[in-house]
């Protein structure tokens, strides 16, 4: 707490002279007490305008040292969120991304023997108004990977650059699969890996012809630019083709095991939504692979890494965030209570608010997390999911308000207006099914409706669309409701204990927290 409050104070000191800190008086905060005070909870709509201040007309909105780039994803609406990311901050992510890569080589130091395979967003995904360059927060990580290693990279940014989703992976694969000895995988998804595992299983006779040809059979879908780049890496590798020619003789289905014999070590979110693909992912690797959490990391917070074999649990950053917390269960029932990290208890659930050194000042992130234990007195976190109004199968982070607006003008452009709508998570089968109850039955096939919200919730949601392009995501499902289901939603809400008065739907959800029988009050499930 020391730590904290220190960092505390001298984020408030350095910006106590932008538009946000003369808002919120930040001349007159001397504690925490003096901060919680004067400084509400927030989620980012609430400081677009001083994000867009400092974007449009280099406005010291939110810090007194400008933006020296910015970490896009998907906002609540159809606007991306562009997180700030000054200098001063960028060397901070470098110091926790060097950290916690210590932490790994002390873990399994052999992961670092051969090539890595890290499989990111790009950093650089465009230019803002400002000329700052906007890209991914896994990206950037990826990049303030410490030079030593990163010079093991298999060298993938062009190809990460390519927006065909199928073409991309087939082509980080082709890459890839050039070097047998892989001993290092990190990506963020553990639904990455099986993707690829899946169109090495699809292409198996083209991507064997390639590697013995020095070609790659998509070339033509590649864009001239990254292929230029990509080209030279693109060579012939006789001896890795006759290697996967036997594998595929003396094995009936390969594995990810059978493609790289050497893996050592895969870096991956383990928690959440991705503990599911993270068994799958088990079954495809040798024994002898080991699987390390990469940490509770977003585009506002790099907020945990891994130091131990404890799965899932990671030391927070606290020399680089304050961090709040607020009982998840208090906080649902409207006690907006926050705590510091010394009032932490184990086994219980926090949503998590931040401040960083950009400019996020008590950022609520609707992530909720869990204390595992403690190292000392350090509270040590483990990702649960995302809060309410937010699901996340894959990385897609989708919104309930997006979903509403997919939903709402789909029934619009078809004549029908809608009385009920349920979206739910389904994260053992990687998609998701939407309920709706019109006013009156539609005489629209649900299939028909369903790929109409999918195209509009990808124009709203970026991540969406990229994992339905990959394919990490399957195809949305859709069934009608019969009259009166969003009634009966409500009597079974009532009945369980909320209050009538206060009921409020929630129209997106995990299929494995509803506990309505909602399949009851279907229509037509075939429709």
Known sequence: MAVQNALLLRIIRE???TLYGRQHKFENINNYVDFSRQVPVREYEALRSFVDAEIERSEKALTCELPLRYARTSGTSG????IPITASYLKALRRIQQTAVAYQHQACPEAFSGSILAITSPANEGVLSNGKSFGSASGTVADNTPAPVREKFIPLAAALTVQDSRVKYLLILRLALARRD????????????LTLIKLYREHESLIIDDLQTGKFFLADKVPPAAWSVIEPYITACPQRAAELSRSRATSEERRIADLWPTLHLVVTWTGGSAGIAVEALRRELSPRTRILELG???????????????????MPTFDTYFFEFAEREKWDRGEQECLTMDRLRKNVDYYVIVTTPSGLYRYFMNDVVRVTGFLRRTPL?????????????TGEKLYEAQVLTAVRVAMEEAGYATRFVMMLADEQAY??????????MPALVATAFAKTVEVKLMDLNIEYRCKRESERLGLLTAIWLKPGAGEAYKYFCVQQGQREGQFKTVALAYRREFHFDIEAHAEDIQS
Do not use: W
Not at 296 to 313: K, N, P
């Open 79 to 82: 606007k991306p969120k562009d």
């Open 182 to 193: 892989i001993t290092y995988v990190c990506t963020a998804n553990p639904t990455t890996m």
């Open 381 to 393: 976190l483990k990702f649960v999911q995302k809060g309410k109004g937010v699901t996340n199968i």
């Open 296 to 314: 509770y990391l977003s585009s506002e917070v790099h907020a945990t890494f891994t130091i131990g074999r404890r799965a899932q649990t990671g």
């Open 15 to 17: 910006n106590k002279s």
């Open 431 to 440: 998609r998701y099914r939407l309920y709706v109850e019109a006013d009156v």
